[in-house]
């Protein structure tokens, strides 16, 4: 073989391999601030069922009212973090916490952060995000919460343009979920047209708002355990 055309194949060849490689790696998005919250009380006992809220700040808004009022008939832990469908530090975070504990009830939501994902990014990852879910709690009953609509700061009668992409979002959730038989816990619909609900930012709840949806969580999850 000619000494360029050697070089012409070898050139072809990185070439190619690093295209392979670009393409495997996973597109991540991140935050100027990111975090992650995981709180497991009774870790060790075993005489109630143990119940996993997974989701994001709302989430951990709510979980308090909603441990004190599944009280004595199941406890109950949390997973709130700023990751989002898409990045592969979500699978991570849920596949550390449900190696380490077992649980007989999992309701999860995941759709108010990542931004910077589509909607078509949304619809490949999140199966991922439910097979995690279901590898690492196989004997768990789930329970997928819709993401809550966003209004305008300060302007809380005005609704965000961002929830035209919540409500693809849960559409997209809707169909894959319900393709499992997952029941829905509709949260959006809860709170839609209650704008009284919302802080200034337009993204968090004032406490009535907050009441409303752990009561309709803890509902959920009292639903599901009753079931044989």
Known sequence: ?????????????????????????????????????????????????????????????????VEAKLKGKAYVARLATSKSVGDPALLAEVSLVLSE????????????HG????????????????ATIKS?????????????????????????????RVKARNQIGREIVEKEKIPVDDLFTLVENHPEYWKKDGVHFEQPGVAAE??????????VLKKP
């Open 1 to 65: 073989m000619h000494p360029r055309s050697s070089i012409r194949l070898a050139a072809c060849v990185i070439l190619t391999t690093c295209l392979v490689c670009q393409a495997d790696e996973p597109k991540v998005v991140r935050e100027p601030i990111e975090w992650l919250d995981v709180w497991v009380p009774n870790a060790s006992a075993t005489d109630l069922p143990r119940v996993l809220l997974i989701g994001d700040s709302i989430t951990r808004a709510y979980y308090p009212e």
């Open 136 to 164: 690492g709690a196989k004997d768990a009953k789930l329970i997928w919460a819709t993401t809550t609509p966003v209004r305008t700061k300060d302007h809380l009668d005005q609704v965000s343009d961002r929830t035209e």
């Open 101 to 112: 504990y077992h649980f007989d009830v999992i309701h999860f939501n995941n759709g108010m």
């Open 214 to 223: 752990a009561a309709q969580v803890a509902k959920s999850v009292e639903d």
């Open 115 to 130: 931004w910077g994902y589509t909607e078509e990014d949304y619809r490949q990852h999140f199966p991922e995000f439910l």
